[in-house]
């Protein structure tokens, strides 16, 4: 039965979405942080927008990223997004090993969550954005 299946906590993941300028060009790129004190193993990330747009259904492709091991207290970027997706609720599912157990969470960026004013400084990134935990 599904009740007596175990599911895994996911703790101290985060992904952040964070404003930064590469060369004379600015970008958005997403991140994933590690904040815990060991190593995630064959992380998997897949990610989807969704949502209306002047009140037309919209979505975005499917992108999978496969970032292997993530050290303890770190940070790996995996993707840029493009300011046209803000509108939409931003999906990334994030999957890996600890040991041998799999764990697995969604961070939804909500539609217009995107934006300068939610802009905190991200612990281990030091850089401005917008974090999910």
């Known amino acids: 039965m599904k009740k007596d299946i175990p599911i895994p906590k996911v703790k101290d993941i985060g992904v952040a979405v964070v404003k930064e300028k590469i060369k004379a060009e600015v970008v ?7 904040y815990n004190s060991f190593l995630l193993k064959n992380v998997l990330i897949s990610s989807r ?32 997004i493009n300011e046209a997706v803000f509108g939409l609720s931003n999906e990334f599912l994030v999957t890996y090993y600890i040991d041998e157990v799999i764990y697995d969470k969604k961070y939804i960026f909500l539609p217009d969550s995107i934006q300068e004013k939610h802009f905190t400084t991200i612990p281990l990134l030091k850089k401005k954005g917008v974090l999910i935990k």
């Open 28 to 34: 958005w790129r997403v991140y994933l942080i590690n």
């Open 49 to 80: 927008g969704y949502g209306n747009i002047n009140d037309q259904k919209k979505k975005t492709s499917s992108f999978s990223h496969f970032l292997g091991n993530v050290d303890k207290r770190s940070f790996k970027p995996f993707e840029l």
